[in-house]
């Protein structure tokens, strides 16, 4: 495995570019002084937009696609996070901890979620927030065999090789590992793998030492019995958001839902189910950190994709808001399969029951091209176009024309979705819009069409993240 998605960097010796700053210097930099560089609007700006944008890596403990569903320790803590005010919440995932923290320095996301020491060089201008909990760092080795003692000595380490994710390095306290070997350890940076990765790999005999928190040793460790991680490498190390400094009303309502719950089930719930839960190693060890797997039906979902020419990745959305991938799935109303089809609509599109997987994807995308043509001329926007089209195959087409109608007689943009035809399609609920004149196909609640758009596009977005067009 290791030797398929190891490459390694030029120069072995990358420690001597790892300086961390002492621990107590973590306190300082969270408890310092916050200067108004935005006036604390960071907060109002997320809640005007509807969405906090933060930053995580591609370890799979953190964000993970499991058969399309989104998961992962900070991925599902953010949500709650967000849940608290009200937004939604769009991920970015960038495995370089400094590039990461260079895009919250240039607003291009409102916080960064992931095991970040503070740095010398990448700290200033940052603040981080109260720990979400606590973790050292651990030497990750095999067993004590014949002939082989495990290392408890760090100075042990002279010589020895110890590989970790290129572009990471910074995320490890290495200071005492420095101080102790002469800078004679031998760090090697290994392209396109996560911290799992590598310990699987020291287990299978495949690389012998790697450095990980100790929560995340502990998970592998469920799963290889013949690793060893009671070499403490690091003091206590705190795992905790970061924001811009100055972000002071955010942080603010960061740090007061973490002291509210940190001591309460849904913290202590959250972690246990990803830290101490085997199914959620495996889990993370079957996910290329590159280009993770949302469902079983990937390559006919990019294969057939080519009939409306959709990214393949919101076809996927689609699908998973549609059945949660289960080709058997049938409603109360008798839709059935990946694609949720009406039995009427299936036959004309080419599909049954008995159809394939395959051949029910086929059918969906049939009828989008359908929708597609239906509002070529009255939504020439393509990407606004998509939302119209989503709408009608959740509610149906009949609905969103008069939607539209509406929208155009009281004075909104008949070809925007949000605010505009999504506004009178839950207008057709109330009498006075739904004895309209204009309005041919009567009365419906258009609430759960508004949340099937919404939830088939958030779901794109991190879909992503996950996975490679």
Same mark, same amino acid.
């Not at 039906?297 to 990745?313: A, G, H, L, M, V």
């Given at each position: 495995?290791?030797?398929?998605?190891?490459?390694?960097?030029?120069?072995?010796?990358?420690?001597?570019?790892?300086?961390?700053?002492?621990?107590?210097?973590?306190?300082?930099?969270?408890?310092?002084?916050?200067?108004?560089?935005?006036?604390?609007?960071?907060?109002?700006?997320?809640?005007?937009?509807?969405?906090?944008?933060?930053?995580?890596?591609?370890?799979?403990?953190?964000?993970?696609?499991?058969?399309?569903?989104?998961?992962?320790?900070?991925?599902?803590?953010?949500?709650?996070?967000?849940?608290?005010?009200?937004?939604?919440?769009?991920?970015?995932?960038?495995?370089?901890?400094?590039?990461?923290?260079?895009?919250?320095?240039?607003?291009?996301?409102?916080?960064?979620?992931?095991?970040?020491?503070?740095?010398?060089?990448?700290?200033?201008?940052?603040?981080?927030?109260?720990?979400?909990?606590?973790?050292?760092?651990?030497?990750?080795?095999?067993?004590?065999?014949?002939?082989?003692?495990?290392?408890?000595?760090?100075?042990?380490?002279?010589?020895?090789?110890?590989?970790?994710?290129?572009?990471?390095?910074?995320?490890?306290?290495?200071?005492?590992?420095?101080?102790?070997?002469?800078?004679?350890?031998?760090?090697?940076?290994?392209?396109?793998?996560?911290?799992?990765?590598?310990?699987?790999?020291?287990?299978?005999?495949?690389?012998?030492?790697?450095?990980?928190?100790?929560?995340?040793?502990?998970?592998?460790?469920?799963?290889?019995?013949?690793?060893?991680?009671?070499?403490?490498?690091?003091?206590?190390?705190?795992?905790?958001?970061?924001?811009? $400094?100055?972000?002071?009303? @955010?942080? /603010? #309502?960061?740090?007061?839902?973490?002291? !509210?719950? *940190?001591?309460?089930?849904? +913290?202590?719930?959250?972690?246990?189910?990803?830290?101490?839960?085997?199914?959620?190693?495996?889990?993370?060890?079957?996910?290329?950190?590159?280009?993770?797997?949302?469902?079983?039906?990937?390559?006919?979902?990019?294969?057939?994709?080519?009939?409306?020419?959709?990214?393949?990745?919101?076809?996927?959305?689609?699908?998973?808001?549609?059945?949660?991938?289960?080709?058997?799935?049938?409603?109360?109303?008798?839709?059935?399969?990946?694609?949720?089809?009406?039995?009427?609509?299936?036959?004309?599109?080419?599909?049954?029951?008995?159809?394939?997987?395959?051949?029910?994807?086929?059918?969906?995308? $049939?009828?989008?091209?359908? @929708?597609? /043509? #239906?509002?070529?001329?009255?939504?020439? !926007?393509? *990407?606004?176009?998509?939302? +119209?089209?989503?709408?009608?195959?959740?509610?149906?087409?009949?609905?969103?024309?008069?939607?539209?109608?509406?929208?155009?007689?009281?004075?909104?943009?008949?070809?925007?979705?949000?605010?505009?035809?999504?506004?009178?399609?839950?207008?057709?609920?109330?009498?006075?819009?739904?004895?309209?004149?204009?309005?041919?196909?009567?009365?419906?609640?258009?609430?759960?069409?508004?949340?099937?758009?919404?939830?088939?596009?958030?779901?794109?977005?991190?879909?992503?993240?996950?996975?490679?067009?």
């Amino acid at each position: 495995m290791l030797n398929k998605l190891l490459v390694k960097t030029s120069g072995a010796l990358l420690i001597f570019l790892i300086l961390l700053i002492p621990q107590s210097c973590t306190f300082s930099v969270r408890n310092g002084s916050t200067t108004p560089d935005d006036f604390g609007n960071t907060l109002k700006e997320i809640q005007q937009r509807g969405e906090l944008v933060a930053i995580t890596d591609n370890d799979p403990f953190n964000y993970i696609s499991d058969f399309g569903d989104l998961k992962g320790y900070q991925y599902e803590m953010l949500k709650n996070f967000t849940a608290t005010l009200g937004v939604e919440l769009k991920i970015i995932v960038e495995p370089n901890p400094h590039k990461a923290l260079v895009y919250l320095k240039q607003r291009k996301a409102d916080l960064v979620a992931m095991e970040l020491p503070a740095t010398n060089e990448d700290v200033n201008g940052l603040v981080f927030s109260e720990p979400l909990f606590t973790s050292s760092q651990v030497l990750v080795q095999r067993k004590s065999v014949p002939g082989k003692a495990v290392i408890r000595d760090l100075a042990e380490l002279k010589d020895k090789s110890i590989v970790l994710p290129t572009g990471k390095q910074k995320q490890f306290y290495l200071t005492d590992i420095q101080h102790e070997t002469s800078y004679d350890a031998n760090i090697t940076g290994v392209d396109h793998v996560s911290i799992p990765d590598l310990i699987e790999a020291v287990a299978l005999k495949e690389a012998d030492y790697t450095i990980a928190y100790e929560h995340t040793a502990k998970a592998m460790s469920q799963i290889y019995r013949n690793l060893d991680i009671r070499t403490t490498v690091s003091p206590e190390l705190e795992v905790s958001w970061i924001v811009r $400094k100055g972000s002071a009303n @955010l942080l /603010n #309502a960061i740090n007061t839902w973490i002291d !509210d719950n *940190k001591d309460g089930r849904e +913290f202590a719930g959250v972690y246990s189910k990803y830290y101490k839960n085997p199914r959620q190693a495996r889990l993370a060890l079957g996910h290329s950190t590159k280009n993770q797997a949302i469902s079983d039906y990937d390559d006919i979902i990019r294969e057939s994709s080519r009939i409306i020419n959709w990214d393949w990745r919101l076809i996927a959305a689609l699908i998973y808001n549609e059945s949660k991938f289960n080709s058997d799935a049938v409603s109360n109303r008798g839709a059935f399969g990946l694609m949720q089809l009406m039995p009427h609509t299936a036959k004309r599109f080419g599909a049954d029951v008995n159809s394939s997987p395959a051949e029910q994807i086929s059918a969906g995308l $049939k009828l989008i091209k359908h @929708l597609d /043509n #239906a509002f070529a001329r009255s939504v020439p !926007d393509p *990407k606004e176009r998509k939302k +119209f089209i989503l709408a009608a195959y959740n509610i149906g087409l009949a609905h969103i024309l008069d939607a539209q109608k509406l929208a155009e007689k009281h004075g909104k943009d008949p070809a925007v979705w949000y605010d505009n035809v999504e506004y009178f399609l839950l207008a057709k609920s109330e009498p006075q819009y739904y004895n309209d004149p204009v309005v041919k196909f009567g009365k419906v609640k258009g609430t759960e069409t508004q949340r099937f758009v919404r939830n088939v596009l958030e779901k794109y977005d991190h879909y992503k993240t996950l996975a490679s067009l």
